[in-house]
């Protein structure tokens, strides 16, 4: 690149880095660019640029940066213990903070784990973990051996072949189970991922029931496509805990759902997208942030909507 | 909470105020005058669906939009470009043309490019002097804007849009070695007229 082009890469650089400004002089841009066409060229390139690492960054791993930016200290919060339940502060991302949780106490009866705007770890009496995403709620019956979950959770279970525990999740019932796994229940579409050991996935209206390993991912829609197992394809299992949604050929309503749950911001999906599918990783920040990449990846706009937004179709 | 529509938020009334200048910029900024027009009545209708907040500075706003709408017609139509020269190159064109696919899986040729073009970013990133590096990550791996950074870092608006313009060079010149050698790799040497078909190649 001959000293020339240079220097114009590098005004169109700084043109670009200035555009997000309202004090950025949008008539010297004008100038700019028709005083040589050679600008225009350049621009593009710096900006494509730009765009290209916005829709690729999500699926890469965030750079090391020096200095004084120390990832937040999550392990500092006391377990504070509430009857025999153990509540602990799970490793949240920033998103997914303050709560309501209800538990409802009564000997013999189920008791029932309703999440806010954050999620809750929860300690059964065998040591296993679950962390209860949010916006979801679990029931536990009094024997801790037969659970229910709506919304999503994260199961870190202590393998016990002896002990007959089940979870149900829609028309799924999750029997057999070892070790790490996460399910996500959206209004009876069921999806599951095991990251350690395995599980035996079970319901009526299935023929046969299916084992899920390690690395294995089921999804599950009673009204569509029925059961299909994939493989997760290195996408980590319960990527929400770390603020991370990862998609692989995703109905676009489910990955909206997801999007009410996790980042907190209602999202309706125009029925002319309806068979819509999206594969990848969204991060999980403010919730805006991520439609906007949601919206950006798949070429839509957004629409207001009621209280919340609208997924169109494109317009350019 | 009801979103106001444009109508509301006076961006209408901007609209039709700065309507020349926003022609111009358009036309400028596309390099086709004669497709300005088209672009600016986009413009309007997206104007008109998109959920919009108080507008600080209707003006900027605007030309911001537009300035984000060429590129997301640059962007299609440089995808269209690759789509196309892919799917004849894979032997396609025989029954359904390309816009006739439906959605077509990500051609492993797609794939490849794509992981191709994280690790050059990647490197890209990595070789960045300390401050550049950390105002794009916070930019555009967390999400932060240009103000916020700021704050984070302790420096200047102006401060963090150097920092900025020096990593977009760097990302720049990255993808352009990445495809000039992707190219190179795959022994192709250019489309029907004989021009390599890389984004920003014209003169």
């Known amino acids: ?95 997914l903070v303050a709560v309501l949780a209800v538990p409802q106490f009564m000997v013999g009866d189920p008791q029932v784990f309703v999440t806010g705007a954050a999620s809750h770890t929860i300690a059964l009496n065998d040591g296993s973990e679950i962390t209860i995403a949010p916006n979801s709620k679990l029931e536990v019956s009094a024997d801790e051996e037969r659970l229910a979950l709506s919304g999503g959770a994260w199961f870190d279970i202590v393998h016990d072949p002896d002990r007959p525990l089940s979870i149900a999740a829609g028309d799924l019932t999750i029997r057999d189970i070892g070790t790490r796994f996460d399910v996500q229940d959206t209004d009876g579409r069921v999806r599951i991922a095991v990251d350690e050991g395995k599980v035996h996935v079970s319901s009526p209206i299935l023929t046969a029931p299916v084992q899920l390993a390690a690395g294995q991912a089921l999804t599950f829609d009673p009204t569509g496509s029925g059961v299909r197992v994939a493989n997760s394809q290195g996408a980590k299992a319960g990527g929400w805990r770390e603020g991370r949604l990862t998609y692989d050929n995703t109905p676009l309503s489910l990955v909206a759902a997801d999007l009410s749950r996790y980042a907190a911001i209602e999202v309706a999906v125009d029925p002319r997208l309806q068979d819509r599918k999206f594969s990848g990783t969204l991060i999980v920040s403010d919730g805006e942030t991520t439609l906007r990449d949601l919206s950006r990846l798949m070429g839509l706009d957004i629409a207001a909507d009621g209280d919340g937004y609208r997924l169109v179709p494109g317009g350019g | 909470m009801d979103k106001p529509i444009a109508s509301e938020t006076g961006l209408a009334a901007a609209f039709e105020t700065h309507r020349n200048e926003l022609l111009r910029f358009i036309a400028a900024r596309w390099g086709d005058g004669s497709e300005a027009e088209d672009l600016l009545q986009d413009l309007w209708l997206k104007l008109r669906s998109v959920a919009e907040g108080p ?82 990550v916070l930019y555009r791996f967390d999400g932060h804007g240009q103000a916020e950074i700021a704050a984070i870092m302790g420096i200047s608006r102006s401060g963090v849009e150097k920092h900025l313009a020096l990593a977009m060079r760097h990302l720049r010149d990255a993808l352009a070695d990445c495809g000039k050698s992707r190219l190179a790799a795959s022994g192709e040497h250019g489309d029907a007229d004989g021009q390599v078909p890389q984004p920003g190649m014209e003169r």
């Open chain 2, 55 to 136: 507008v600080a500075n209707p003006r900027a706003y605007l030309f911001r939009m537009a300035n984000n709408l060429v590129l997301d017609r640059r962007r299609a139509q440089q995808r269209a470009m690759r789509r196309d020269r892919s799917w004849l190159e894979a032997g396609g064109a025989d029954d359904t043309s390309v816009d006739d696919r439906p959605d077509p899986a990500p051609l492993a040729d797609a794939l490849l490019e794509e992981q191709q073009e994280q690790e050059a970013l990647q490197a890209a990133i990595a070789d960045l002097p300390p401050g550049a590096r950390r105002a794009l």
């Open chain 1, 1 to 95: 690149m001959t000293g020339a082009e240079d220097t114009i890469m590098a005004k169109a650089a700084a043109w670009h880095a200035a555009s997000e400004s309202d004090a950025m002089d949008w008539d010297a841009f004008t100038l700019w660019l028709e005083a040589d066409p050679r600008h225009r060229a350049a621009y593009d390139e710096v900006a494509l640029a730009d765009l290209r690492l916005q829709e690729l960054s999500p699926s890469m791993e965030r750079p090391p940066v020096a200095a004084n930016d120390a990832e937040p200290d999550w392990s500092d919060e006391p377990a504070r213990p509430m009857h025999r339940w153990r509540w602990a502060a799970g490793a949240l991302a920033a998103a």
